[in-house]
T-cell receptor
Framework: DAGVTQSPTHLIKTRGQHVTLRCSPI?????VSWYQQVLGQGPQFIFQ???????GRGNFPDRFSARQFPNYSSELNVNALLLGDSALYLC???????????FGPGTRLTVL | GENVEQHPSTLSVQEGDSAVIKCTYS??????FPWYKQELGKRPQLIID?????GEKKDQRIAVTLNKTAKHFSLHITETQPEDSAVYFC?????????????FGAGTILRVKS
């Protein structure tokens, strides 16, 4: 899990703006998942990608989108930000051998 | 539906005592159950996991038990230390067809008093 990187660490936006969050998985891992963690709650699944293809999507509005690049890094995009989008956004790098998910340090998004 | 319930929401123990956190899940097809520890401001860190083909797994002071019939699994921490204080999350894997997502419990705040 030490190899999962996310940027930026912190982000402050205003309502209506859009944001792009980035993730690089552990070397050798081809799949990533994105989770939203609101303060005081467990992470909630947003997306999973494998080899640039979307494998699954959680119960989030179409304002949320993501993609994966040929080097297996990934971006999460959120449009038309709402106050309720304030959360820690976690990227998980998924082992192709064990399916174990290792989390990155997260991006703390604050929407004002 | 997809649901993981976790209890208790907070747990205070004296240093050296044991701590037990319990989870139940709804999807009988779930076959992988990880536990994560999250310290304040940090990422969730995998501490132990169990797959459906075994009933118990131990790693030093930490153990996890699984009862597939009851759809119930538990985390046991023995000889607790102040550094065990954190939020603990259980999760269950749920199939999306071509991949598995994790569904998390709401978390347990563990406080170890010295």
């Amino acid at each position: 899990d030490a190899g999962v990187t996310q940027s930026p660490t912190h982000l402050i936006k205003t309502r209506g703006q859009h944001v792009t969050l980035r993730c690089s998985p552990i070397s050798g891992h081809k799949s990533v998942s994105w989770y939203q963690q609101v303060l005081g709650q467990g992470p909630q699944f947003i997306f999973q990608y494998y080899e640039k293809e979307e494998r699954g999507r959680g119960n989030f509005p179409d304002r949320f989108s993501a993609r994966q690049f040929p080097n297996y890094s990934s971006e999460l995009n959120v449009n038309a930000l709402l106050l309720g989008d304030s959360a820690l956004y976690l990227c998980a790098s998924i082992s192709g051998v064990t399916d174990t998910q290792y989390f990155g340090p997260g991006t703390r998004l604050t929407v004002l | 539906g997809e649901n993981v319930e976790q209890h208790p929401s907070t747990l205070s123990v004296q240093e050296g005592d044991s701590a037990v956190i319990k989870c139940t899940y709804s999807d009988s097809a779930s076959n992988y159950f990880p536990w994560y520890k999250q310290e304040l401001g940090k990422r969730p860190q995998l501490i132990i996991d169990i797959r459906s083909n075994v009933g118990e797994k131990k790693d030093q002071r930490i153990a996890v038990t699984l009862n597939k019939t009851a759809k119930h699994f538990s985390l046991h921490i023995t000889e607790t230390q102040p550094e065990d204080s954190a939020v603990y999350f259980c999760a269950a894997s749920m199939s999306m067809g071509y991949g598995n997502k994790l569904v998390f419990g709401a978390g347990t705040i563990l406080r170890v008093k010295s």
